[in-house]
C-alpha cells in the first residue's frame, strides 16, 4: 500500500526558508513522477511544483518560481520542496502526491507571518 508522509512545516517570518520532506513507501518511488501540492485557508488545492522519476524535470507554479525548488532522492524514496523568500500568500497545508498510484500524504501547515 502507498505511503506518504511529510514533514518540516512550521512557523515561519516573512522572507524566511522552510524545507519540506516526504517519505515514500510501498511503491516504486525511483519510477514515478512527484508532486507537491498546497491548500491555503479558503481557497482550492493547487499544483506546487512536479519532478519527473529521474529528477531531471522540474515544474513550478508561477507563483513560486524563482523561489521554491523541488528535488528528490531516490536512494532515500525522498521528494522535497525547499521553499526561500517566503511570504504570507504562501500559508497553506502542503501536500505530497504521487500522481500514478493515486497515494496522497497527510500535509503538513506551513504558516508564513510576523
Known amino acids: 500500500q502507498a505511503q506518504l508522509v511529510e514533514s518540516g512545516g512550521g512557523l515561519v517570518q516573512p522572507g524566511g526558508s522552510l524545507r519540506l520532506s516526504c517519505a515514500a513507501s510501498?511503491?516504486?518511488?525511483?519510477?514515478?513522477?512527484m508532486t507537491w501540492y498546497r491548500q491555503g485557508p479558503g481557497k482550492e488545492r493547487e499544483l506546487v511544483a512536479r519532478?519527473?522519476?529521474?529528477?531531471?524535470?522540474?515544474n513550478y507554479a508561477d507563483s513560486v518560481k524563482g523561489r521554491f525548488t523541488i528535488s528528490r532522492d531516490n536512494a532515500k524514496d525522498t521528494v522535497y520542496l525547499q521553499m526561500n523568500s517566503l511570504k504570507p500568500e504562501d500559508t497553506a497545508v502542503y501536500y505530497c502526491?504521487?500522481?500514478?498510484?493515486?497515494?496522497w500524504g497527510q500535509g503538513t501547515q506551513v504558516t508564513v507571518s510576523s
Open positions: 502526491h504521487a500522481p500514478y498510484v493515486s497515494s
Open positions: 510501498g511503491f516504486s518511488f525511483s519510477n514515478n513522477p
Open positions: 519532478i519527473s522519476s529521474t529528477g531531471l524535470n522540474t
